[in-house]
Nanobody, 115 residues
Framework: QVRLAESGGGLVQAGGSLRLSCVAS????????MGWYRQAPGKQREWVAT???????NYADSVKGRFTISRSNAGNAVYLQMNNLKPEDTAVYYCNTDGMPFLPWGQGTQVTVSS
């Protein structure tokens, strides 16, 4: 089964940028929708952004205009460019499908934004 591994998180000041990567152990090219999710301390996991195989994107209102999701032509990676980060973006970030069905969740990557 395909395994997902997220990386690229870190500590950044408000207004800064990070680029997250999600590499799959196998090809995810055939999976139509891939997305990013995040879970802040004490909160439920929430959807951040999705991208279809054709490149159509969708974003949560809270990140629209600041985050950009993309996927590799090779078909085994998904990225999240995060600009103008805010303290409320602090969370563990995960990639996965749109839930139809979900793949096993990876370990996530921690993003911490200081004010």
């Amino acid at each position: 089964q395909v395994r997902l591994a997220e990386s690229g998180g870190g500590l950044v000041q408000a207004g800064g940028s990070l680029r997250l990567s999600c590499v799959a152990s196998g090809s995810i090219f055939s999976i139509n929708v891939m997305g990013w999710y995040r879970q802040a301390p004490g909160k439920q996991r929430e959807w951040v952004a999705t991208i279809t195989r054709g490149g159509s994107t969708n974003y949560a209102d809270s990140v629209k205009g600041r985050f950009t999701i993309s996927r590799s032509n090779a078909g085994n990676a998904v990225y999240l460019q995060m600009n103008n980060l805010k303290p409320e973006d602090t969370a563990v970030y995960y990639c996965n499908t749109d839930g139809m069905p979900f793949l096993p969740w990876g370990q996530g990557t921690q993003v911490t934004v200081s004010s």
